[in-house]
Nanobody, 115 residues
Framework: QVRLVQSGGGLVQPGGSLRLSCAAS????????LDWNRQAPGKQRELVAR???????NYTDSVKGRFTISRDNARNLVFLQMNNLKPDDTGVYYC?????????WGQGTQVTVSS
């Protein structure tokens, strides 16, 4: 079955950096588009970054120039490098993938940006 296992995250001061990882299994990883999403307290979950099978990327406006999504097809990993973090980046971050008409989610990772 499809499984997404996340690592990384934690508490960081404003201006700091964090790197999230997501290990996928149960899919033909290299053909899939992978997403990073986040859910801030009291808000709906939103798409933050996307990388397709060719490596093309898209970002929500609020993270452009600060976040970088990347993938390692040899190890079935997708990453989110987050630099110059701001308090508004606080939330639970989820990786996700669509397969056979279903969306699969990682377990979620808390990111807290606070001084």
């Amino acid at each position: 079955q499809v499984r997404l296992v996340q690592s990384g995250g934690g508490l960081v001061q404003p201006g700091g950096s964090l790197r999230l990882s997501c290990a996928a299994s149960g899919i033909n990883f290299k053909i899939h588009t992978l997403d990073w999403n986040r859910q801030a307290p009291g808000k709906q979950r939103e798409l933050v970054a996307r990388i397709d099978s060719r490596g093309s990327t898209n970002y929500t406006d609020s993270v452009k120039g600060r976040f970088t999504i990347s993938r390692d097809n040899a190890r079935n990993l997708v990453f989110l490098q987050m630099n110059n973090l701001k308090p508004d980046d606080t939330g639970v971050y989820y990786c996700s993938v669509d397969r056979a008409g279903r969306k699969f989610w990682g377990q979620g990772t808390q990111v807290t940006v606070s001084s």
